[in-house]
């Protein structure tokens, strides 16, 4: 059995993305994880890597070996960590994936929260726009805003947020009030990239509106801040502008209509996941939607 011990190298170099990486990270001299994971090619009857002198780069049979081999040791290591002590008292580094302008709004006071249920937890928080691959990084979980495209991931529902109109006084001064969705036509709409259509309800009709601007752009900061600044009008989650509504640099704009509410999932790569993870996800179903 000793090609299950060669397929948890096989994993270990593939994330170090070389040998010398994997070997100084397990503690095997370079030269015998090489010959190990050659053996296991050879075992296997077929090329795993191409190896380079400073990289290695899988073959399409080595992303899916790799993808098989990498789920049968993580949960071996779960096996392990379900028989100690880790779910009376979750352990190590959480690593998790951030959308920037949800975490520090919604998500900062909850992790503070969490970490002080939790002491023996370390974390290592990614903040960023992209979506990162969990099946290749090394990702405990992600969290996600809006549907999800089908994929082999899990997604485990956290929140369902509502998205409200707002407006600062000085541009509804200069450029009107809309009284009804249609009149958004005629005003500068602030929208997350290409946007060009923005659903609202009313409790009893849903309508699409086709809404234009200036600008385009990914920050949701930035499109808040430009809505404080009267540049025009935005549809957002309303924590994310608490303060400018407490300041009264914006205001609710059409308040009888509201955006489709926004869901938000905690995506893994495997539905078995270590102590540590599943308590995080836990803490977040339970806290968030009430934040």
């Given at each position: 059995?000793?090609?299950?011990?060669?397929m948890?190298?096989?994993?270990?170099?593939?994330k170090?993305?070389?040998?010398?990486?994997?070997?100084?990270i397990?503690g095997?001299p370079?030269?015998?994880?090489?010959?190990?994971?050659?053996?296991?090619?050879?075992?296997?009857?077929?090329?795993?890597?191409?190896?380079?002198?400073?990289?290695?780069?899988?073959?399409?049979?080595?992303?899916?070996?790799?993808?098989?081999?990498?789920?049968?040791?993580?949960?071996?290591?779960?096996?392990?960590?379900?028989?100690?002590?880790m779910?009376?008292?979750?352990?190590?580094?959480?690593?998790?994936?951030?959308?920037?302008?949800?975490?520090?709004?919604?998500?900062?006071?909850?992790?503070?929260?969490?970490?002080?249920?939790?002491?023996s937890i370390?974390?290592?928080?990614?903040?960023?726009?992209?979506?990162?691959?969990?099946?290749?990084?090394?990702?405990?979980?992600?969290?996600?805003?809006?549907?999800?495209?089908?994929?082999?991931?899990?997604?485990?529902?956290?929140?369902?947020?509502?998205?409200?109109?707002?407006?600062?006084?000085?541009?509804?001064?200069?450029?009107?009030?809309?009284?009804?969705?249609?009149?958004?036509?005629?005003?500068?709409?602030?929208?997350?990239?290409?946007?060009?259509?923005?659903?609202?309800?009313?409790?009893?009709?849903t309508?699409?509106?086709?809404?234009?601007?200036?600008?385009t752009?990914?920050?949701?900061?930035?499109?808040c801040?430009?809505?404080?600044?009267?540049?025009?009008?935005?549809?957002?989650?309303?924590?994310?502008?608490?303060?400018?509504?407490?300041?009264?640099?914006?205001?609710?704009?059409?308040?009888?209509?509201?955006?489709?509410?926004?869901?938000?999932?905690?995506?893994?790569?495997t539905?078995?996941?270590?102590?540590?993870?599943?308590?995080?996800?836990?803490?977040?179903q339970?806290h968030?939607?009430?934040?």
């Open positions: 059995m000793e090609f299950l011990n060669d948890a190298l096989f994993v270990e170099v593939v170090a993305k070389s040998f010398r990486g994997a070997a100084d397990i095997m370079n030269s015998t994880l090489s010959r190990r994971i050659s053996a296991l090619e050879k075992m296997i009857g077929l090329r795993l890597l191409h190896r380079t002198t400073r990289k290695i780069r899988l073959t399409e049979a080595g992303q899916i070996y790799y993808e098989r081999c990498k789920r049968i040791v993580d949960e071996a290591k779960l096996a392990h960590e379900q028989l100690g002590e779910l009376a008292q979750p352990s190590g580094i959480l690593r998790a994936s951030l959308p920037v302008d949800f975490a520090v709004t919604y998500m900062t006071p909850l992790i503070a929260e969490f970490a002080r249920l939790y002491p370390v974390f290592d928080f990614d903040l960023t726009s992209r979506r990162i691959d969990l099946m290749s990084e090394p990702f405990d979980v992600a969290i996600r805003i809006g549907e999800l495209e089908n994929s082999q991931l899990i997604a485990r529902p956290l929140a369902v947020l509502p998205v409200y109109l707002y407006a600062s006084s000085r541009y509804l001064e200069r450029s009107g009030e809309p009284a009804e969705p249609a009149d958004l036509a005629h005003h500068e709409c602030l929208g997350l990239m290409k946007t060009s259509e923005w659903t609202l309800h009313d409790g009893v009709h309508t699409k509106v086709s809404i234009g601007s200036r600008f752009l990914n920050s949701v900061r930035m499109i801040r430009l809505a404080a600044l009267d540049m025009g009008i935005i549809m957002m989650l309303e924590k994310i502008v608490a303060d400018d509504l407490a300041s009264g640099r914006l205001r609710r704009v059409l308040p009888q209509w509201h955006g489709t509410p926004v869901p938000v999932y905690a995506v893994t790569e539905r078995l996941l270590p102590a540590k993870t599943q308590h995080f996800i836990k803490f977040l339970e968030l939607s009430k934040v």
